[in-house]
């Protein structure tokens, strides 16, 4: 069973470098979500997905691109990192019937030089 | 906008004692969901419990419990007899209901850390 996994867990990359962040998950939620995590921030939403194909901006989108072909996976890149991305991303999905609950990857921890 | 306030930066106790986290919201959704997830010291975040805006009823899950007050827009949660395993990162966290009865993206309280002391 494994869930809702994250690739890479760390990453280190210099300003102006393309990144992108794996998620993957194996209960075919149709939900997915991406959020970051900074000291001081708690965790606050990137962009989400409600299908494949259908994706929507979250709070604080800017510099961020996400794509959904396949219902499983939901890849966020940053196009041209900046110093103000380094964070940890944590990716999460849920389910469509009722009240389901996210559930959250393990994170990647992203350090832009 | 919705808002999600968890005004207790930092608290440290000694082991054995109980712990009140609070938690503050702001929504003008009639409906909605509040959570509390744990971020112990590993880095993931666990869910605790989840609990819509029609039930105000207060939860007890073994040492944890749950007291919301639609009221006073606060959820607040309560560990008794706390563990050395407690020290953790705790959120809340709230989220509108969608159409089809599901959690819309969720908006997260900056967290509140706990430190048991053996």
């Known amino acids: 069973d494994a869930g809702i996994t994250q690739s890479p867990r760390y990453k280190i990359t210099e300003t102006g470098r393309q990144v992108t962040l794996m998620c993957h998950q194996t209960?075919?939620?149709?939900?997915m979500f991406w959020y970051r995590q900074d000291l001081g921030h708690g965790l606050r939403l990137i962009y989400y997905?409600?299908?494949?194909?259908?994706?929507d901006k979250g709070e604080v989108p800017d510099g961020y691109v996400v794509s959904r072909s396949k219902t499983e996976n939901f890849p966020l890149t940053l196009e041209s990192a900046t110093r103000s991305q380094t964070s940890v991303y944590f990716c999460a999905s849920r389910g469509t019937s009722g009240p389901e609950t996210q559930y959250f990857g393990p994170g990647t921890r992203l350090l832009v030089l | 906008a919705q808002k999600v306030t968890q005004a207790q930066t930092e608290i440290s106790v000694v082991e054995k004692e109980d712990v009140t986290l609070d938690c503050v919201y702001e929504t003008r959704d009639t409906t909605y969901y509040l959570f509390w997830y744990k971020q112990p010291p590993s880095g993931e975040l666990v869910f605790l419990i989840r609990r819509n805006s029609f039930d105000e009823q207060n939860e007890i899950s073994g040492r944890y419990s749950w007291n919301f007050q639609k009221s006073t827009s606060s959820f607040n949660f309560t560990i008794t007899a706390s563990q050395v395993v407690d020290s953790a990162v705790y959120f809340c966290?709230?989220?509108?209901?969608?159409?089809?009865?599901?959690?819309?993206?969720?908006?997260f309280g900056k967290g509140t850390h706990l430190i048991i002391q053996p």
């Open positions: 997905s409600a299908a494949a194909d259908i994706t």
């Open positions: 209960w075919s939620h149709s939900y």
């Open positions: 966290a709230l989220s509108a209901i969608d159409s089809g009865g599901g959690a819309d993206g969720l908006t």
